[in-house]
Nanobody, 117 residues
Framework: QVQLVESGGGLVQPGGSLRLSCAAS????????MSWVRQAPGKGLEWVSTINTGGGSTSYADSVKGRFTISRDNAKNTLYLQMNSLKPEDTAVYYC??????????WGQGTQVTVSS
């Protein structure tokens, strides 16, 4: 069965960095574009970034552009999100999601990122 397992979240000070990982299994990872989506406390889901199947095309929300980098290692079936210059407003649960023909069809359980001094 399809499984997406995020890791790498935690507590970090403003200006710090974190690297999130998403281990995929149960499907041909290299055949699907992938996204990161986040949900801040008391707010709705916010799309963060998307990467195509080969990793050569990426897109970002304006709120994270220039600070976050999405990447993937198809040999390791793993999706990454490098987050630099973190701000308190980046505090959220971060989810990786598999994209099919439209909206995501599978989601991970999420990993908490807290940016606070």
């Amino acid at each position: 069965q399809v499984q997406l397992v995020e890791s790498g979240g935690g507590l970090v000070q403003p200006g710090g960095s974190l690297r999130l990982s998403c281990a995929a299994s149960g499907f041909t990872f290299s055949s699907y574009p992938m996204s990161w989506v986040r949900q801040a406390p008391g707010k709705g889901l916010e799309w963060v970034s998307t990467i195509n199947t080969g990793g050569g095309s990426t897109s970002y929300a304006d709120s994270v552009k220039g600070r976050f980098t999405i990447s993937r290692d198809n040999a390791k079936n793993t999706l990454y999100l490098q987050m630099n210059s973190l701000k308190p407003e980046d505090t959220a649960v971060y989810y990786c999601a598999r994209l099919s023909l439209g909206p995501p069809d599978y989601w991970g359980q999420g990993t908490q990122v807290t940016v606070s001094s």
